[in-house]
């Protein structure tokens, strides 16, 4: 009796292992659970999955550039058997070697919004253009000052982070000044920069950054700000000490609080760009590979809109009111 | 009155068999939840990703057990990480010498800590709040905050694995394993094991009793620090790189995996094999939920839960006895 109801139970089991072999699972890794930005990856990628019937597995490390935390979550998707894998790295070079593996075991690997160093590493990124976002908010700001002997902030990601000197060389060159081009990872300096610090993109971090920056050079007139949160924070520095009015901030992300504060006139312009479409991409390369064993290959840009408070002559961009309704965040 | 929990016997010895009761429930669930979960491989992975807060898990045992406790020793093993990969890959010294330099580096910095505890009397969580800092910004200074990458195979061999019927097993794993049982022999069988106890349980009482507490400590802080050169070999093995961003959480980890092993947080009680259950209990819910598909977040949740319910459960049986 107990022998015929195990097997019985064995036989469904199978079954729905057997289902479940049909559906493809891919995996999501993400640099953090709490960010919107990759909540808001998570929502695209999920819906996508259900619309594609594919099996959706996340994970993320607990802080950003926590990169044992992808490791492990890599290696639990691969036992979970999932044979697509998109991930934004924390640390794009320390990644590398378990991405290999992955790959070497027949995953597809595909780096979402971040690259990998060397960007050869994964199969394909679709991300952002981070040179390009930079130079968008650059040309902006330049025009805003008219002429104006331009006094630069930046507030930066963290060191030998690829997005944060994409970001922050295209801003530069966007603007007019010399600039190492998009595949470098150094920050480029000039002397119009007269203060540059680490925002590690966190509001509060920012914010001391640009109270010592206003310390050093008090006469500031633009500053540059990898993301909203960290431009969130220079407001807020800038505004204690009465400085708000006189200053261009200039940012890159496009999320919902961003675009709220860029409509505010707390930030000048921003670049937005769009976490959901590159989720959902990435589970379509998932399916396609899963059905026809197709790898996905090489740099998909997914966009990147100048949204501003003030359209200046001269220089394209969309108002807030289309910002609002392609933003990530809460609404 | 007795406190309501008090009024079981079995609650009083929770504090022992707990942790292996939570870890075979944790296991059953998820056997029942996922067909992958249930495998030789499976737990091999979990074993593999356990390693490097479990080594680390051994020193904060040490300490622990010592009433004392250890903020720095992730920042130590990183400093130890980066400090051997780049002395391997920028000076082109063996392998064995690198990782010889990166033991030593790390113990140093356990003998530091003995040292400001046991001779200048400061409380080690100031101590090792200092010495986390310290250790961090030399391993920021000296690494110019870049990831040390394409290092020699010598020193990324505890990452490979070697087969056991069907199931690949990493040496790093092994060496964990190796590594709980000489401590475990160490606290049980030798004096200064059984002296570090007595300091952690009443450091007066164990004055008077001939033992030389001071001497204990520093042997224990600094037996902790090779620990966490131990781990940090680990790591670069596992990652395969010497990344300097490294171990900026595994303090909390380690204390985490402390005290679901049943170790209490007030010193000399509890096993170094404890540790190793409650670092597996970490890893098994991580892995069991990402085979379930469920997110990352609910793994923090649980541990959360589990290092409350552990904390309940020893000072419920401290009061029991």
């Known amino acids: 009796m107990n022998s015929r109801i195990s097997l019985v139970a064995l036989a469904a089991t199978l079954s729905l292992t057997a289902a479940a072999a049909d559906q493809p699972i891919i995996g999501l890794i993400t640099k953090t659970d709490t960010n919107p930005f990759f909540v808001k990856m998570k929502e695209g990628a999920a819906a996508e999955a259900k619309k594609l019937g594919a099996k959706l597995m996340s994970a993320a490390g607990k802080q950003d550039g926590d990169n044992a935390g992808q490791v492990t979550a890599i290696e639990n ?80 990601l963290f060191p030998g982070h690829p997005v944060g ?82 200053v261009v901030i200039v940012s890159v992300d496009g999320g919902c609080q961003g675009i709220r504060d860029t409509a505010a006139g707390k930030i000048q312009a921003t670049s937005q760009q769009y976490p959901l479409k590159m989720a959902a991409m990435g589970v379509a390369a998932g399916v396609e590979y899963a059905k026809t064993g197709k790898k996905a290959s090489g740099y998909v840009d997914t966009g990147v809109t100048l949204i501003a408070g003030k359209p200046l002559a001269g220089v394209e961009s969309k108002d807030t009111k289309v910002g609002m309704e392609l933003c990530w965040g809460k609404k | 009155m007795t406190p309501f929990l008090e009024r079981f016997p079995l609650v009083r010895h929770i504090g022992t068999l707990g942790p292996l ?68 890959v920028d000076t082109g010294i063996s392998v064995p010498l690198a990782i010889l330099c990166g033991l030593a580096a790390t113990t140093l910095f356990g003998v530091i800590n003995g040292l400001l505890v046991t001779k200048v009397n400061l409380p080690p969580f100031i101590v090792t709040l200092g010495t986390l800092n310290i250790a961090f910004a030399i391993n920021q200074i000296y690494s110019g905050a870049q990831t040390v990458t394409d290092l020699p195979d010598g020193l990324t061999a505890l990452g490979n694995t070697f087969s056991l019927g069907d199931v690949a097993i990493s040496y790093g794993s092994i060496l964990m394993l190796l590594a709980y049982a000489a401590s475990w022999f160490l606290l049980r069988e030798t004096a200064p094991g059984r002296h570090a106890y007595a300091v952690g349980n009443n450091p007066e009482a164990a004055r008077l009793t001939g033992i030389a507490t001071k001497r204990v400590l520093l042997f224990v802080y600094g037996l902790a620090g090779l620990s966490y ?66 997110s990352s977040v609910y793994q923090i949740l649980i541990t959360g839960i589990l290092v409350i319910l552990a904390v309940t459960a020893d000072q419920v049986s401290r009061k029991g006895r």
């Not at chain 2, 080594?55 to 093993?77: E, F, K, N, P, R």
């Open chain 1, 77 to 156: 998707m691969m036992a979970a058997g999932a044979k697509t894998i998109l991930i934004t790295p924390s640390d794009a070079k320390a990644i590398v070697p378990t991405i290999k593996k992955a790959r070497d075991a027949g995953v597809l690997v595909i780096a979402l919004d971040s690259p990998t160093d060397p960007v050869e590493a994964v199969d394909a990124l679709f991300a952002t253009d981070n040179y390009k976002a930079g130079q968008l908010i650059g040309q902006y700001a330049k025009t805003a000052l008219g002429g104006k002997p331009a006094r630069i902030v930046t507030l930066d």
């Open chain 1, 165 to 246: 000197a994409q970001r922050h060389n295209g801003f530069m060159s966007g603007f007019g000044l010399k600039a190492a081009d998009a595949k470098s990872n150094d920050l480029s300096t000039a002397p119009e920069i007269v203060c540059a610090a680490d925002s590690y993109g966190d509001q509060s971090k920012g914010q001391a950054a640009m109270e010592s920056c206003l310390q050093k050079s008090p006469d500031v007139n633009l500053v540059y700000t990898i993301n909203e949160p960290a431009a969130a924070g220079a407001y807020k520095a800038l505004k204690s000490a009465g400085k708000e009015k006189g």
């Open chain 2, 21 to 88: 009761i939570a870890l075979l429930g944790a296991c059953l669930f998820f056997a029942s939840q996922s067909p992958r979960f249930l495998s030789g491989q499976n737990f091999s992975l979990i074993l593999q990703q356990v390693m490097v807060v479990g080594v680390l898990g051994i020193g904060q045992t040490l300490i622990i057990l010592t009433a004392g406790i250890d903020l720095s020793c992730g920042m130590v093993m990183a400093l130890g990480a980066v400090l051997m990969s780049k002395l391997a």
């Open chain 2, 229 to 294: 050169g131990v781990a940090a070999m680990l790591s670069v093995a596992r990652t395969g790189v010497g990344d300097p961003q490294a171990g900026q959480t595994e303090n909390l980890d380690t204390i985490t995996a402390v005290v679901l092993g049943g170790t209490s947080l007030f010193g000399g009680r509890g096993s170094v094999l404890g540790t190793l259950v409650g670092a597996v209990i970490v890893g098994v819910f991580r892995n069991g939920l990402t085979l379930m598909g469920v």
